[in-house]
């Protein structure tokens, strides 16, 4: 009897239990479903002066129409609360070094790194100097968000996830997310020149010179030509010693992705100009950009569509009739190292809020020109920074929306506070144009390319006036392209610098796809976009081939694969690695001595050093082989035949394909802190990828396209558009995922929103 009793008392229990168990399940999902937002009838919103009316379309791409300008400013931020607002919280929180205060102890190490720079106290007076116009806007929009968050039936579920509530957005905020796109896309350290002096200090002038080049043969500028290979140094130039052939991977110079380009008018079947555009960021849930059409009804109105960031009321890039336009980032010297004497120095406490936790106080070591760094070689410096500088933040890219020419795109351009970005243009009229859109300082008694002081003689002097930044409008081509890379030559590359701008290859690819054709559409504009063959390491494939021999099983397959970074190709990624460990195995011997010198700060390696390696490669220095090997020969024949035994060692090389090693990890950053089982409804598919580093179609893992599009202005109805998330940020949205599987296949989706399946009005 009392055993039975004990199983009754146990099925009972586990009958409790399970009961339990739904119940947190059914309020968890609950919970989860309340914080999605209301997508038909009607909801008020306090501050409009008219109604706003929303339409989705089938993949919740929004389409706000009204009459009031502030009003599609709140209409923007309310929906950019409902879909996005933890994205939005972690860039205004990323920039003003708050992360730790949302999600706890963890995110410290970051926030120690980038408190220091006060940025937020430079929002602060981003926003006091913000014309009147502009300031309004972010008010509305401030206001707009705040209401959107509190209109949605739960807190979104990051913030259950991270038991903490979410904070009001203020208009400042817009700004502090504009800084956190400073932060991805210029050099707020000023790395590449320190790392340039650290290679003069201890190799000399020439080495440093060879081994980080201004550019090469690979060079595919828009204005001038091709710089010839960088020279050799000669034995008595080369005075260090070189290093062993180590087989270690060696500091690189961040990716560098971003394509855009534009065709006239004349060359296509409308006879309106193209302009075509893929910003390579890295990749998460949810995407970065928020797609959205606004239309402004009345004489001044507007129609445009194309990309938000979330936290600003800007269309980023895109399309309003009259021009259409997208970026690239330019990599110019936008960052000077000050050095400085010791009564420049002082110090400073800061508070770092701890989710969860006390505040951590933080002594930094600071100067007028920001905090202080220390190096072993160049001492005690600060980083002169164009986000810092009065002018150099703003949001006056707004009025592009209002812009009806080319020229007036180009004026907006060069007043706009943004991270300087390569800027292409099309027009209605079919004329096309390219500038560099953002603040570049005008130096004063100084290069800015080597650490200097601040004197009455040397220092910054305002910014480039309209007139002295690079521009090329209707050029007789008919076509233009920009890829990251050196785009100006001479005087113009000395007012815009070099601040660690791309390998030339892929700006030659497309500019050579460009001149294939005598005309061009939309779908010729994609195939671009596509290109995946790899023209960069044809001759390294050729390199590699000679070391193999005769009747080598990988040199078989490298005669018949290899050309293309194609999801079933096997030979690219034998070329590929055999590129990538010879350049490592020479960077490492070559920079020995620096990493004695330095040992806890390596210099990266320029992306320009492809030059100065191939010019070895077809030279082959006695005085600069690396130690330990008899000849180049060796050197070469014994790397190609460990890149085939490494890879032997995981099974049949053709069964290595790139796609394998290439899948998309595209994920929430919330999704590794959770059971895997759960964890992977917040994470993209591992799809295969076609596409690498130095070709059109940029492609590694965790970076690639963040949105691909062309559209002509007036045409929009033939252009398209791809992203790899949706549009919402919650995982029970049908949305969170729309539109992925056209991004990872390469197809064409239209660029304008779609057919309305939900209709939301928006009334005072």
Known sequence: MAMQGMRRWTTRAVVVLAVLLIAVVLLAWGVLRASLPKLDGELLLAGLREPVTVERDGQGVPTLTGDDRLDLARATGFLHAQDRFFQMDLLRRAAAGELAGLVGAAALPLDRKVAPEQLRAVATRGLADAQPPIRALLEAYAEGVNAGLGELGARPFEYWMLRTEPQPWQAQDSLLVALSMFMDLTDRTARKERDDAVLRRVLGDEAAAFLAPQGGPWDAPLLGEPLPAPVVPSAAQWTASVGESLAAVTPLEPVRGSNN???SGRLTPHGGAIVADDMHLGLGLPNI???????????????????????????????????????????????????LAPEQIETLRLELPVQGGEPEVLTVRTSAFGPVHHDPLLGHYAVQWTARE??????????????????????VAHRAGIPPQNMMIAGADGRIAWTIAGRIPVRRGFSGDRPAPRTDAIGWDGWLSDDAVPRIVAPDGGRLWTANARTVSGEALARVGNGGYALGARAGQIRDDLFARDAHDEASMHDIVLDDRALFLERWRRLMLAQLPDGDAAGALLREQGMRASVDDAGYPLVRAFHNAVTDRVWTALTAPVREAVPDAPVWRSHQFEHALWALIEQRPAHLLPAGVADWDALLSEVALQVIDTAKADGPLAEQTWGEANRAEIEHPLAGFLPSWLGRHLKAPAVPQAGDRDMPRVARPGFGASERFAVSPGHEAAGYFTMPGGQSGHPLSPWFLAGFQDWAEGRRAPFLPGTTEHQLILTP
């Open 390 to 411: 009065p002018g150099g933040l703003n949001l006056n890219l707004l009025l592009m929306e209002q812009v009806q020419s080319v020229d007036e795109a180009i004026a």
């Open 261 to 263: 380009w534009a065709v």
């Open 289 to 339: 950009w928020y797609r959205v059409r606004l239309h402004l009804r009345g004489a001044s109105g507007f129609d445009i569509t194309g990309v938000t960031l979330p936290g600003l009321p800007a269309i980023i890039a895109g399309s309003n009739g009259h021009i259409a336009w997208g970026f690239t980032n330019s990599y110019g010297d936008y960052s000077d190292i000050v050095t």
